[in-house]
């Protein structure tokens, strides 16, 4: 069997009192779109920072590619770092970098390429991301919120990752921006054979996007399948963020089932 991009087992997270993950095991494999979705609370962004290495579990491992996300020097988590990219919520993009230099910026980290192959690297990514040579000269607060979006999934392609992790990707786009966008994931991650991770809330998106969901709940992935699979489920949370009036609508006009047999 292929091993697993993302392949975490029995993880344990506590924040003082309060246990947010308990015995919570989840597998992505190679060429996957997974959205995973929860409660408010429920540790949905933990887990992604988790696996982006921002934070450590208590107990429990994380592998990424098949090998351990912590230990074994610095260099070598660097190196598994790099095959990866992330694109927060907000963009996170640096307020005091113009749109280029956001862009050059994990690039010039590596300090292997020179400024011609940098600046030839970023125009390549902000074409991928259907941005103008002219963007690059912008700075964050001239952009919009959708510009925004693009320019950090360019910045998480820099490095030529092969696994992309989002973070609520459509959050605070309008319903026509939210559809571009995620039109632009899904080609990206089809031409590039991107494995991808997302986190969200907007039953569009993960239509859209997902081969696979997994549902947080309980403090542990409750279930994990197909959207189809997903709603055969009786419980209150998966009753309630799929077949609510809205979620059935947005389902339906992805052509998905909306109703448990």
């Known amino acids: ?17 309060a246990c947010i993950h ?5 597998d992505i494999r190679r060429g996957e779109l997974v959205s995973l979705v929860g409660g408010s609370g429920s540790g949905k962004t933990t ?18 590619f098949g090998e351990p996300l912590f230990g074994g020097g610095v260099a070598r988590e660097r190196a598994l770092r790099q095959r990866f990219g992330v694109l927060f919520q907000h963009g996170a993009l640096f307020s ?18 020179d400024d011609g192959t940098i600046h030839d690297l970023v125009m390549l990514k902000l074409s991928m991301v259907e941005l103008r040579p002219h963007h690059g000269k912008l700075m964050p607060a001239e952009l919009s919120g959708g510009m925004v979006k693009r320019v950090a999934l360019a910045r998480a392609l820099a490095l030529e990752p092969e696994l992309l992790l989002l973070d609520e990707p459509t959050a605070g786009l309008d ?41 947080l709940a309980e403090q542990r992935i409750l279930a994990y399948g197909t959207t189809d699979e997903i709603i055969q489920i009786d419980h209150p949370f998966i009753r309630n963020f799929f077949l609510s009036e809205r979620s059935v609508r947005a389902l339906q006009n992805h052509g998905l089932a909306t109703a448990p047999n």
Request: net charge negative; charged share 25%.
């Open 175 to 215: 319903p026509d921006r939210s559809d571009s966008f995620v039109r632009l994931i899904r080609m990206l991650g089809e031409e590039l054979g991107l494995t991808v991770m997302l986190v969200t809330h907007d039953l569009d998106t993960l239509a859209a996007l997902s081969t696979r969901v997994a549902v």
């Open 22 to 26: 308990q015995g919570l095991d989840l």
């Open 47 to 64: 887990l992604l920072r988790m696996i982006i290495g921002l934070l450590m579990p208590d107990k429990g491992s994380i592998e990424i």
């Open 96 to 113: 005091a970098f113009n749109v280029f230099e956001n862009i050059a910026f994990p690039l010039r980290e590596l300090k292997r390429y």
């Open 1 to 17: 069997m292929t091993t697993p991009v993302i392949r975490i087992r029995d993880l344990a997270t506590r924040f003082g009192e």
